[in-house]
């Protein structure tokens, strides 16, 4: 499974928008880039996943370069309440669907 | 539509006694998993039901962790006898059936457990 590397922390002001980099160098051609929030005294919680070019939801958008050999997270005019620890997981589908959590990346958000 | 739950919220225990955490995932996953994250530690996989068959049960630390899903429903975790190195948090994870290009693993709020 690829390991992947991202900052530890991030720090943001309120209505900034904040991209954070995701490197996944050894990513296999039937890996999926997934994105996870994490606040504290919860679970993690989906975010955003993609597999090539680029991703939007109501949340973020995931841009992945042709050879995905990382992966960047936006979110748009973070709030306060996007303080979290944000996690980059590279893994296939089908069978193998455990997930592989690292370090994550802890956004602080200030005013 | 109700998220996954567990239970206890927070469990502190002795060394040496027993303890079962539950997890009640989304109506209609089939797949269930289970994680843990000890302090200071990533987010770690345990095992990972299929209906109620475990279908990976690769991140069981050891045989003191026996963890059922019968009928397919509910899960438990029994830690049994707890050491203090099992302290830690403990998540629960549902998703609906394999197949899909990458199913979204939903989480509880996770079990809190201390050993002392």
């Known amino acids: 499974l690829a390991k992947t590397t991202q900052p530890i922390s991030m720090d943001s002001y309120e209505g900034q928008e904040v991209n954070i980099t995701c490197s996944h160098n050894?990513?296999?051609?039937?890996?999926?880039i997934t994105w996870y929030q994490q606040f504290p005294s919860q679970g993690p919680r989906f975010i955003i996943q993609?597999?090539?070019t680029k991703v939007t939801n109501e949340v973020a958008s995931l841009f992945i370069p042709a050879d995905r050999k990382s992966s960047t997270l936006s979110l748009p005019r973070v709030s306060l309440s996007d303080t979290a620890v944000y996690y980059c997981?590279?893994?296939?589908?089908?069978?193998?669907?455990?997930?592989?959590f690292g370090t994550g990346t802890l956004l602080a958000v200030q005013p | 539509e109700a998220g996954v739950t567990q239970f206890p919220s927070h469990s502190v225990i002795e060394k040496g006694q027993t303890v079962t955490l539950r997890c009640d995932p989304i109506?209609?996953?089939?797949?269930l998993y289970w994680y843990r994250r000890v302090m200071g530690k990533e987010i770690k996989f345990l095992l990972h039901?299929?209906?109620?068959?475990?279908?990976?049960e690769s991140g069981m630390p050891n045989n003191r962790f026996l963890a059922e899903r019968t009928g397919g429903t509910y899960s438990t975790l029994k830690v049994q006898p707890a050491e203090l190195e099992d302290s830690g948090v403990y998540f629960c994870?549902?998703?609906?059936?394999?197949?899909?290009?990458?199913?979204?693993?939903?989480f509880g709020p996770g079990t809190r457990l201390l050993v002392l």
């Open positions: 994870a549902s998703s609906q059936a394999l197949g899909q290009e990458k199913e979204t693993q939903y």
């Open positions: 109506s209609g996953h089939d797949n």
């Open positions: 997981l590279v893994g296939p589908g089908g069978a193998t669907n455990k997930l592989i």
């Open positions: 050894n990513i296999a051609t039937n890996d999926y």
């Open positions: 993609g597999y090539k």
């Open positions: 039901f299929v209906k109620e068959s475990k279908q990976d």
